[in-house]
């Protein structure tokens, strides 16, 4: 299971390293760039994880019946 460190960022800093994140994605404009990208990035953990969120997502915005 991940884990957060306790020590909380500056909200500054924290939001400058989000704009990097997304720099950096946003530069993966070719398959095998972003391949890399995220495979240095994420942990298999957080790539299953990332994955079970994109899918949840696209189930809710396809209108896909939510079965319990």
């Not at 704009?19 to 530069?27: D, M, Q, T, Y």
């Not at 990035?41 to 949840?56: G, N, Y």
Request: hydrophobic share 45%.
């Amino acid at each position: 299971m991940p884990h957060v460190s306790s020590k909380k960022l500056n909200s500054n800093l924290l939001e400058k390293l989000f704009r990097k994140l997304i720099n950096v994605l946003g530069k993966a404009q070719d398959k095998q760039y972003l391949d890399i990208v995220i495979n240095e990035l994420f942990t298999p953990t957080e790539k299953i994880m990332l994955a079970k969120r994109l899918a949840v997502i696209l189930m809710l915005s396809n209108s896909m019946p939510q079965q319990f």
